[in-house]
């Protein structure tokens, strides 16, 4: 469990990280702007234009979302990495401590009432299989149902913060489609009024087109990392909770069939 631990840990590590350098390419790309190549170019290039703040204004409207999206990108990573764990999913220190020895003994109400109060996805289900007992009526198909009903509301809760990661990666590209169409636009209008014989005037329009696009882009790539990641990850910690409580309901089966044998 802690080698898992480490591995799991380990590799969020590696995901912060790599959100981190996707935004290096972004800041590279604004501090080489903001050294003037010549004379000429400073003269044509907008004033206060060549700093990252310079770059988000000149986006338009649809960096506003993007910004939205980036911070929910990081809150979302951050939330994801803190509670999509096995320790925190499945509990298996209190399943060993409390839950097991109390089964062991058929105790249904001890074993219910650690549930109680360790709250948590495998405890809330191992408390909707267990409570089928609290009239003395022992039936294993009853729990194994009651096991699977709770499993599909529990383990589906925590999943739909990973899913918020695929909904971000998929719309940023949007908007940033969307102002790539506006400052298109705004560029072809400035032709029709001004004609060609002055380009500059055409830079700002140019540039917002430009920046929506990659800033799109760099929203979205870490968040679909960070999906993926997450995404196999959760879906080993479900395998591992269909496991364990395939496991207590045979050894509690097996303990109320035999409960004379010290061995069951």
């Given at each position: 469990?802690?080698?898992?631990?480490?591995?799991?840990?380990r590799?969020?590590?590696?995901?912060l990280?790599?959100?981190c350098?996707?935004?290096?390419?972004?800041?590279?790309m604004?501090?080489?702007d903001?050294?003037p190549?010549?004379?000429e170019?400073a003269e044509?290039?907008p004033?206060g234009?060549?700093?990252?703040?310079g770059?988000?204004?000149?986006g338009g409207?649809?960096?506003?979302p993007?910004l939205?999206f980036s911070?929910?990108?990081?809150?979302l990573?951050?939330y994801n990495g803190?509670y999509v764990?096995?320790?925190?999913?499945i509990?298996?220190?209190?399943i060993?401590?409390?839950?097991?020895?109390?089964?062991?003994?058929?105790?249904?109400a001890?074993?219910?009432e650690?549930?109680?109060?360790?709250?948590?996805?495998v405890?809330?289900i191992?408390?909707?299989?267990?409570q089928t007992?609290?009239r003395?009526n022992?039936n294993?198909?009853?729990i194994?149902?009651?096991f699977?009903e709770?499993?599909?509301?529990?383990l589906a809760?925590p999943?739909?913060?990973?899913?918020?990661?695929?909904?971000?990666a998929?719309v940023s590209?949007?908007?940033g489609?969307?102002?790539t169409v506006?400052g298109m636009?705004?560029a072809f209008?400035t032709?029709?009024?001004?004609?060609m014989?002055r380009?500059e005037?055409?830079?700002?329009?140019?540039?917002?087109?430009?920046v929506?696009?990659?800033?799109?882009?760099?929203?979205?790539?870490p968040?679909?990392?960070?999906y993926f990641?997450f995404k196999?990850?959760?879906g080993?910690i479900a395998?591992?909770?269909s496991q364990v409580?395939?496991r207590?309901?045979?050894?509690?089966t097996?303990?109320?069939e035999?409960?004379s044998?010290?061995?069951?």
């Open positions: 469990m802690n080698r898992q631990s480490q591995k799991s840990n590799g969020y590590r590696w995901l990280l790599l959100l350098l996707s935004f290096l390419p972004y800041t590279t604004t501090a080489q903001a050294a190549a010549t004379t170019s044509l290039a004033a234009d060549a700093t990252l703040m770059a988000f204004k000149q409207l649809a960096m506003y993007l939205i911070i929910a990108t990081l809150g990573v951050i803190l764990r096995e320790n925190a999913i509990n298996q220190a209190t060993d401590n409390e839950v097991t020895p109390a089964l062991d003994k058929l105790d249904f001890a074993a219910i650690a549930c109680d109060q360790n709250k948590g996805p405890m809330n191992l408390r909707s299989g267990l007992t609290e003395g022992f294993p198909d009853k194994d149902q009651a699977n709770a499993a599909s509301v529990e809760r999943f739909v913060f990973v899913n918020y990661l695929q909904v971000i998929s590209p949007m908007v489609l969307l102002g506006s636009v705004k209008r032709i029709s009024e001004q004609g014989g380009p005037l055409l830079a700002n329009n140019i540039s917002e087109a430009l929506t696009t990659a800033s799109g882009l760099m929203v979205a790539i968040a679909l990392i960070a990641f196999n990850k959760y080993k395998a591992s909770v409580l395939g207590i309901l045979r050894d509690v097996d303990r109320h035999n409960p044998d010290p061995s069951a």
